[in-house]
């Protein structure tokens, strides 16, 4: 079986934490192919040094495998010297087991990459590539804070203060200033009448309901410092999170329009749209067709079919941080019964 060759001069990169091994593949007009093979220090000057490497063979392709992080300070300097760097999946890419070295490994990408068999990596412009960065890294200063709060929660439960049965949002504006009351002041001068005064007017809860859940409170051991530093921790988190929403203050206002066409849709909100662009980013045509999008996004079953017959397969591993946005959002469009109940009905059809 022959492949044909697509690209007569191309280049395979092994990258590594300290080494990036290199191979380019020059194709003639015979198909005969002349392998060029050099290593390269990961550091700023051996990443100089690649780049003029591949000028000296006029090579503007470059592929190479998805290792770890160390492959994006390859890929921004590769694109910032006009080059083409593709990224690719190390699945597509592997070498068989016995004939495993870096060069070679290097060697087998090359060939691979000349004969377009290596199924390329979605990856954004910069600026998107920024946002995504920037939305992630809320992301997770969003399930910290989350946990900073379950932790706190269960310090209430061990010390018998209950104020989460009695007020809707325990880290409401009353349930917290009742807490920090309770955190500064000694047992024996905590007051009723400066606890109620603490809680606003339109809290619900009767006031007896609400001192009957802090009357016998015992902060046992170490929980009055735990919840003091969970308190400290969860203000810093509140502050880096008000920081990188200034930063993406920017892109909601470069990317107004289509955030605004986004929210359109049921269950979308304005953060949400902005974390879906910073996803998929603004350019449809990379995709195929909406299936191809949805397979990406890992919401799509894989196909187990042997002998005529068809085995039930679950969702791919792929889309970690789209696919449970998605998730959230089609849920809360599922719940959604004025704005457009629909969904809601189609939910409960299901």
Not at 47 to 52: A, M, N, P, S
Not at 141 to 149: G, H, V
Request: a positive charge; charged letters at 25%.
């Amino acid at each position: 079986m022959s492949f044909k060759i697509l690209k007569n001069n191309c280049c395979g990169l092994d990258v590594h934490k300290t080494w990036i091994y290199a191979c380019i593949g020059i194709t003639d007009s015979h198909s005969r192919t002349e392998y060029k093979q050099a290593r390269f220090s990961s550091f700023t000057k051996g990443l100089q040094e690649l780049c003029d490497w591949l000028a000296k063979y006029n090579c503007t392709d470059v592929c190479m495998e998805s290792t770890g992080k160390y492959w994006i300070p390859v890929f921004n300097i590769l694109e910032q010297c006009g080059l083409k760097p593709v990224l690719t999946h190390p699945k597509y890419v592997k070498q068989a087991k016995g004939r495993k070295t870096d060069f070679r490994d290097a060697i087998h990408i090359a060939s691979l990459f000349r004969m377009d068999l290596v199924v390329a990596s979605f990856i954004p412009p910069a600026d998107i590539r920024d946002l995504r960065e920037l939305c992630r890294y809320r992301l997770k200063l969003t399930y910290m804070r989350t946990s900073e709060k379950n932790r706190f929660q269960n310090s209430m439960t061990v010390s018998k203060v209950r104020l989460d049965c009695v007020f809707s949002d325990p880290f409401g504006k009353s349930a917290s200033a009742i807490m920090e009351y309770l955190i500064g002041t000694d047992p024996d001068q905590v007051s009723d009448e400066e606890i109620l005064h603490l809680v606003d007017r339109r809290v619900q809860a009767s006031s007896e309901d609400i001192l009957e859940s802090i009357h016998g409170y015992e902060f046992i051991g170490v929980q009055r410092d735990k919840l003091n530093i969970i308190q400290l921790h969860l203000g810093q988190l509140n502050e880096c999170i008000r920081l990188i929403d200034e930063k993406l203050e920017y892109y909601r206002q470069k990317y107004f329009r289509i955030i605004h066409h986004l929210v359109t849709m049921v269950g979308i909100t304005d953060i949400s749209a902005l974390y879906i662009l910073g996803e998929i980013g603004t350019d449809m045509s990379v995709w195929k067709d909406d299936a191809a999008l949805s397979c990406w996004a890992g919401l799509s079953p894989a196909n187990n079919a042997s002998a005529g017959k068809k085995k039930s397969t679950r969702t791919g591993n792929g889309g970690h941080y789209l696919k449970p946005l998605l998730v959230q959002c089609a849920l809360a469009a599922a719940k959604s019964t004025k704005k457009d109940p629909y969904f809601h009905y189609k939910y409960e059809t299901l």
